[in-house]
Nanobody, 127 residues
Framework: QVQLVESGGGLVQAGGSLRLSCAAS????????EGWFRQAPGKEREFVAA????????YYADSVKDRFTISRDNAKNTLYLQMNSLKPEDTAVYYC???????????WGRGAEYDYWGQGTQVTVSS
């Protein structure tokens, strides 16, 4: 079992920054792939970014590339998402997710491949 708890969301003006955190417990954090997804009102959940168990490999959605950075601190069992140059279209509930089976990188963008999910944290970007 893996428990995931997101934090760091809030209200920010366009062009601003936020850093989300995801605290993990229950299973060796350094043994699984982690991802961030988001869901805006009335829209389907979409992939944002993912990172390998070691932190050595990352993958981003085109919509956030060069603005967002995913990272992890295995010593602290914590996943991060640094979000810069935020836009109103980034407004959504952000979820972290864990893939304990360490599926290939080609699967990282598919939510169905993740085994555990957090409850989400709201990010609102005003124009």
């Amino acid at each position: 079992q893996v428990q995931l708890v997101e934090s760091g969301g809030g209200l920010v003006q366009a062009g601003g920054s936020l850093r989300l955190s995801c605290a993990a417990s229950g299973r060796t954090f350094s043994s699984y792939t982690e991802g961030w997804f988001r869901q805006a009102p009335g829209k389907e959940r979409e992939f944002v970014a993912a990172i390998s168990w070691s932190g050595g490999s990352t993958y981003y959605a085109d919509s956030v590339k060069d603005r967002f950075t995913i990272s992890r601190d295995n010593a602290k069992n914590t996943l991060y998402l640094q979000m810069n140059s935020l836009k109103p279209e980034d407004t959504a509930v952000y979820y972290c997710a864990a893939d304990i089976h360490r599926r290939p990188k080609g699967a990282w963008g598919r939510g169905a491949e993740y085994d555990y999910w957090g409850q989400g944290t709201q990010v609102t970007v005003s124009s």
